[in-house]
């Protein structure tokens, strides 16, 4: 047994008398990382035609929906498909694996019931893959795959959210960081949309969806920024990737009869706002609340599942309930109970197929037997018969016999009498 | 060449200067028959009856329906201005709920009554969302039969038949969904439609014509027929000006019933912080299109296609199965009855 200290060792703040030089921790931090690189998995979900292609295209600067890509209009598929693509973009010395998670044809179909089911399944089966490769004995790559954040698209109509949304959001906001953005936010005029962001708010809290929330810093001056990031939930988007002329300047935006919709004015769109956040500020902080919140709340419910079943021994490693010593006690007198069990088991088959061979051994020989009684009776059957004939045979041969010296008597008395009638006539 | 007797009230005078100069007074006109006068008859008559006339919009909720039927006919005459309901609630099933207004232009009164569908499309399960519609359509036919077939029919059956159903899609930029097409296929047979894009402000123009094209091929791809339908169409006038419609429909609309200061003038429109989109500018959507073909050009053409055509169809299904019945009930084998297919 392991001693611990009974009592606490209080820490005492000291000022150093010179330099030692473990300010320079950040720093190799710093260095390991990008020495490793990051990953980060963002998956984005919403009907078709919502923009979401284009806003990914707009986030990083990248074709990852090239035009050759089929669009949604060649895509319509009957059930929800989740679709992973992967990008590796270089930034300054820091690489990121990017993974986007598309999921088409959610909420195109005419009955969605269950639609958010295949998300569901793919968000498990990634935390799934975590839990298994963390339980290894050899963790020597642990590739990170689990999804870090969960864009909601939903759709600019300037009621309120529908009931498809609603129930998405519900399912979802204890699986992974959820944030909801307005998609197609050039076609509300900004008292639309000021209306239309208190309404989702206020039906958001109504239905007690936890949507992804801005940590509080320490520092005044980057609360400010995150409280008015906080007051412009859910962010309304336009994505672009095409660059207009507008006054001599050039910039990305969606060029209408009546103007051009810019995408990185703040006045004209939260884009911007959408960006700093997810890249630039939070998004250490996304993989964190993944790892710590949503994949803890995963592990706690699948370990505890299994737990209730009893007998597992391929995942089980720290309980809940005992030390893992006991555990590792128990564990081997369940192996040891089930090895003897086995046994019995394979005993008992043991004594069942002998005793069915004996039996087979018995029942072949009585069906031996029978034959031989009856080939014996056949051969039996057959001398009878051949006695009989040899029998009809002889008689026959005797009668014949007997019939011949008839024959040869009636000759010689034929002769007989041929000759006393030849004795008579030479005597006249 | 018949010498008629003209009242001095009838005569149009821009006819009498045609026919040739006769002597004496203006009235007397010896070739001038006067038949052309009973334009003028039926347009004081029409007058004093007045017109009717039933739109239907369907659409999903949040698509800007009721601002365009208030935007098309310059007066608060949607649902939502008429009931002020504090808080909008997606019904849980799909609701008719029609409200009727009397407008006034120029001595023409028109009895206008627009159909509302809440809750078409927004729930998550939509199997069978068009049915009600489709039942409400076919009981308006129905009540017009009812009154038609009676002995002692009135003067002037109220027509609440719908004449018009206006589809809202919503503006994807990329094509139909199943839903869209699915409601049209079976809503063209029995009423006229008229697809739109709405909130069309989120569409660059490239978009829309890209947009316009791969909804006309879809419909025509599944074989459904909109208004102005070609089958309809009676001669080569009419086509000629049918065909320009067909190639714009469906047309890109944004309503609005606020208006804006533009150039010194006010304009009906929705106003940005990158401009403001004039409703009424074809340059920036087809609304005014659109109000052109539902009221200035088209109305009466509406109008009698769904008497004429979508009714008489109702109308001989309906009477068939009349007859089937009191076939089968007095036990007469059915020789050969047209059925027509929903």
Redesign the interface.
């Known amino acids: 047994m392991i001693e611990r200290p009974e009592t606490a060792v209080p820490s005492i703040a000291r000022n150093l008398e010179g330099y030692v030089g473990f300010a320079n921790l950040p720093n190799q931090v710093y260095r390991k990382s990008v020495k490793r690189g990051f990953e980060f998995t963002l998956m984005v979900v919403g ?4 923009g979401k292609s284009t806003l990914i295209n707009s986030l990083f600067l990248t074709d990852l929906y090239s035009k050759d890509y089929p ?3 060649h895509r ?1 598929k009957k059930t929800v498909q989740v679709e992973q693509s992967k990008v590796l973009i270089k930034e300054g010395g820091v690489q990121l694996t990017l993974t986007i998670v598309d999921t088409p044809g959610f909420g ?6 269950n639609c958010w089911q295949p998300v569901i399944n793919y968000i498990d089966s990634k935390c799934e893959d975590f839990l298994n490769a963390e339980s290894r004995v050899n963790r020597r790559s642990m590739p990170d795959n689990r999804v870090h954040c969960c864009l909601y698209f939903i ?6 959210l ?3 949304d609603i ?1 998405f959001m519900k399912r979802l906001h204890d699986k992974v960081n959820v944030i909801p953005l307005i998609a ?1 936010a ?2 509300l ?2 008292e639309e949309c000021h209306l239309f962001k208190k309404q989702i708010m206020k039906e958001i809290q109504e239905h007690k969806i936890k949507i992804y929330e801005f940590p509080d810093v320490d520092e005044d001056e980057d609360n400010k920024l995150v409280r008015k990031i906080k007051e412009k939930m859910p962010l309304a988007v336009v994505g672009s990737n095409v660059v207009i002329e507008v006054n001599g300047k050039k910039v990305r935006g ?9 995408v990185e ?1 703040g ?2 769109c939260d884009f911007t706002v959408l960006r700093n956040m997810l890249i630039r500020t939070h998004m250490q902080d996304l993989k964190d609340v993944t790892n710590n919140v949503h994949y803890e709340n995963y592990r706690s419910k699948k370990l505890a599942a299994v737990t209730c079943n009893g007998v597992d021994t391929s995942k089980t490693k720290g309980q809940l309930t005992k030390s893992p010593l006991a555990q590792m006690e128990e564990e081997r007198r369940e192996h040891v109970m089930k090895m003897k069990k086995m046994e019995a088991e394979m005993e008992q088959v043991f004594e069942m197929k002998v005793k069915e061979k004996k039996q087979k051994l018995k029942d072949s020989e009585a069906e031996l037997e029978r034959r031989h009684e009856q080939m014996k009776r056949n051969l039996e059957a057959q001398y009878k018969e051949l006695e009989e004939k040899r029998r009809v045979f002889e008689e026959e041969k005797a009668n014949w016999e007997a019939q011949q010296r008839i024959l040869e008597q009636q000759k010689l008395d034929a002769s007989k009498t041929m000759e006393k009638n030849k004795k008579k006539g030479k005597i006249f | 060449m018949s010498e008629a007797v003209v009242p001095d009230a009838m005569v149009s005078p821009a006819v009498g200067g045609l026919y040739g100069e006769k002597a004496g007074g203006p009235m007397l006109d010896f070739s001038y028959v006067g038949i052309d006068a009973i334009l003028e008859q039926m347009r004081r008559k029409a007058m004093k009856q007045g017109f009717e006339l039933n739109i239907m919009v369907v659409g999903q909720s949040g698509l800007g329906k009721s601002t365009l039927m208030n935007t098309l006919f310059k007066s608060k005459v949607s649902r939502k201005s008429v009931l002020a309901t504090a808080q909008e609630k997606i019904p849980k099933t799909v609701e008719i709920k029609s409200i009727s207004h009397d407008i006034e232009e120029k001595g023409v009164r028109m009895k206008l009554t627009v159909i509302d569908t809440p809750g078409f499309g927004d729930q998550i399960n939509n199997e069978n969302c068009w049915q009600p519609i489709m039942k409400f359509i076919n009981d308006q036919y129905e009540a017009y039969l009812q009154e038609e077939i009676n002995i002692n029919r009135k003067k002037r059956i109220p027509d609440s038949r719908v004449h018009c159903c206006i589809y809202f899609i919503p503006p994807t930029g990329h094509c139909l969904r199943p839903l869209d097409v699915e409601f049209m296929r079976r809503l063209s047979k029995v009423v006229n439609i008229v697809p739109v894009i709405a909130k069309a402000d989120t569409l660059t123009l490239e978009e829309r014509d890209f947009f316009k094209k791969k909804i006309r091929e879809e419909l025509r791809a599944n074989g459904i027929d909109v208004y102005p339908q070609k089958e309809f169409d009676e001669d080569a006038e009419d086509r000629m000006i049918n065909e320009k419609i067909r190639e714009m429909i469906p047309f890109a609309v944004v309503g609005s019933d606020q208006e804006y200061q533009v150039n010194g003038r006010r304009l009906l429109g929705r106003k940005t912080k990158w401009g403001t989109i004039e409703v009424e500018n074809i340059a920036h959507c087809e609304f005014a299109y659109l109000r052109d073909l539902l009221i200035r050009t088209h109305m009466q053409n509406i109008k009698d296609i769904t008497s004429s055509i979508h009714y008489e169809m109702y109308r001989v299904r309906r009477l068939n199965e009349n007859n089937t019945m009191v076939a089968h009930a007095n036990g007469i084998p059915e020789h050969h009855l047209t059925a027509h297919e929903m």
């Open positions: 009907e078709s035609g919502l669009g949604p209009s319509i195109d179909a005419v009955d969605n019931s759709a600019p109509s300037g009621h309120g529908k009931p498809l129930e197609k050039d076609t005029t900004p969606r060029q209408y009869p009546w103007g051009v919709a810019e004015n006045e004209h």
